[in-house]
């Protein structure tokens, strides 16, 4: 698999009248031709923020102060806009955690997949109403041809969050970007969800990047995971080593508070919350809610360093600690 996407110390801040707030500071990740990739963090981690960046959408006050983001080798932030709107949507499709962001509740389905489709191919109004007919049978919608007039609020939650998906393949990319997408869902709803991405992204071979607060998410739809904490990369490995032995305390705990099938250990909540990312914590951002830190951990910052094959891990103590879950 070659590379698809590569984010290299990517700085993204919002300069607010409060002070300067680092949302994203200093994190770097590779996805691959294909590759189901995770970006797992509690909500403040800088999960969105880092993707959005990456598409060249960051909302003032914020921007990017550092760092490079390359795409099957071609560097964006050298892109001008005009170039950057073929980037999305082209190649990187967008699908947010709530579809009544992304559709306009004005126009019916039909008129906003032709708009898409129409932006990223030289193709007549009846040939991409045509192809938005095929790309709602592509994820699922029964009836399409009659969805196509229907208004977003015609819809239930489900069928809107599928249209919201089928509109951000129409531009046919090589990586799709799902941002929470079965948050406002059903369990029924979410689990509907996830098979037509799983699918999906087999069928077209497609690469996906999965943002989520959800372990258990993690673990049914990714092959590697990235760890984030408070805007910092805390750990990267594949996802089946990081159920089996997390290297960092923050990994841990995000699995201790989710319930596993295959033990009967007590869920543990992680106390306390994100740091203030306009004043973090000094050294590790984790320290003031890690029962292992150390003074080490509050006086330096520690290095994201080599774990093992394709695995790091920004811990003073890994190779000390045994993190794993006790059944």
Same mark, same amino acid.
């Given at each position: 698999?070659? =590379?698809?996407?590569?984010?290299?110390?990517?700085?993204?801040?919002?300069?607010?009248?409060?002070?300067?707030?680092?949302?994203?500071? *200093?994190? #770097?990740?590779? @996805?691959?031709?294909?590759?189901?990739?995770?970006?797992?963090?509690?909500?403040?981690?800088?999960?969105?923020?880092?993707?959005?960046?990456?598409?060249?959408?960051?909302?003032? $006050?914020?921007?990017?102060?550092?760092?490079?983001?390359?795409?099957? *080798?071609?560097?964006?932030?050298?892109?001008?806009?005009? =170039?950057?709107?073929?980037?999305?949507?082209?190649? &990187?499709?967008?699908?947010? +955690?709530?579809?009544?962001? #992304?559709?306009?509740?004005?126009?019916?389905?039909?008129?906003?997949?032709?708009?898409?489709?129409?932006?990223?191919?030289?193709?007549?109004?009846? %040939?991409?109403? %045509?192809?938005? @007919?095929?790309?709602?049978?592509?994820?699922?919608?029964?009836?399409?041809?009659?969805?196509?007039?229907?208004?977003?609020?015609?819809? #239930?939650?489900?069928?809107?969050?599928?249209?919201?998906?089928?509109?951000?393949?129409?531009?046919?990319?090589?990586?799709?970007?799902?941002?929470? $997408?079965?948050?406002?869902?059903?369990?029924?709803?979410?689990?509907?969800?996830?098979?037509?991405?799983?699918?999906?992204?087999?069928?077209?071979?497609?690469?996906?990047?999965?943002?989520?607060?959800?372990? *258990?998410?993690?673990?049914?739809?990714?092959?590697?995971?990235?760890?984030?904490?408070?805007?910092?990369?805390? =750990?990267?490995?594949?996802?089946?080593?990081?159920?089996? #032995?997390?290297?960092?305390?923050?990994?841990?705990?995000?699995?201790?508070?989710?319930?596993?099938?295959?033990?009967?250990?007590?869920?543990?909540?992680?106390?306390?919350?994100? $740091?203030?990312?306009?004043?973090? $914590?000094?050294?590790?951002?984790?320290?003031?809610?890690?029962?292992?830190?150390? +003074? &080490?951990?509050?006086?330096?910052?520690?290095?994201?360093?080599?774990?093992?094959?394709?695995?790091?891990?920004?811990?003073?103590?890994?190779?000390?600690?045994?993190?794993?879950?006790?059944?």
């Amino acid at each position: 698999m070659g =590379e698809l996407l590569r984010v290299d110390d990517l700085k993204t801040y919002f300069f607010t009248e409060a002070g300067v707030v680092k949302a994203v500071d *200093g994190i #770097s990740f590779a @996805v691959n031709e294909g590759e189901p990739l995770g970006l797992v963090g509690e909500s403040g981690s800088g999960k969105t923020v880092t993707v959005l960046a990456a598409m060249g959408i960051v909302a003032k $006050p914020g921007r990017i102060v550092g760092g490079k983001i390359f795409f099957k *080798g071609e560097e964006l932030q050298a892109s001008s806009e005009k =170039e950057m709107r073929k980037v999305r949507g082209k190649k &990187i499709g967008y699908v947010s +955690q709530d579809p009544n962001s #992304s559709l306009d509740p004005l126009y019916p389905v039909g008129n906003q997949l032709v708009e898409v489709v129409r932006t990223h191919f030289d193709e007549t109004k009846a %040939e991409a109403w %045509e192809r938005g @007919v095929k790309l709602l049978k592509l994820v699922g919608i029964s009836e399409p041809e009659a969805r196509m007039k229907a208004y977003p609020h015609e819809l #239930s939650g489900g069928m809107r969050q599928r249209v919201a998906i089928a509109r951000a393949l129409a531009g046919e990319p090589e990586l799709l970007v799902a941002d929470e $997408p079965t948050t406002n869902l059903d369990v029924t709803i979410q689990a509907q969800v996830l098979d037509l991405l799983r699918n999906l992204g087999k069928e077209l071979q497609m690469s996906l990047i999965l943002i989520t607060h959800d372990m *258990g998410l993690i673990a049914e739809m990714t092959e590697r995971v990235v760890v984030l904490y408070a805007g910092k990369v805390a =750990e990267e490995s594949a996802t089946a080593e990081v159920f089996r #032995s997390p290297k960092h305390p923050y990994t841990a705990a995000l699995l201790a508070s989710v319930p596993r099938l295959d033990q009967k250990a007590a869920l543990v909540p992680i106390g306390g919350g994100i $740091p203030n990312l306009i004043n973090p $914590p000094t050294g590790c951002r984790f320290n003031p809610r890690c029962t292992y830190s150390k +003074q &080490i951990c509050v006086d330096n910052v520690p290095p994201l360093e080599e774990a093992g094959e394709r695995r790091l891990v920004s811990c003073h103590r890994w190779k000390e600690l045994d993190l794993r879950r006790k059944a």
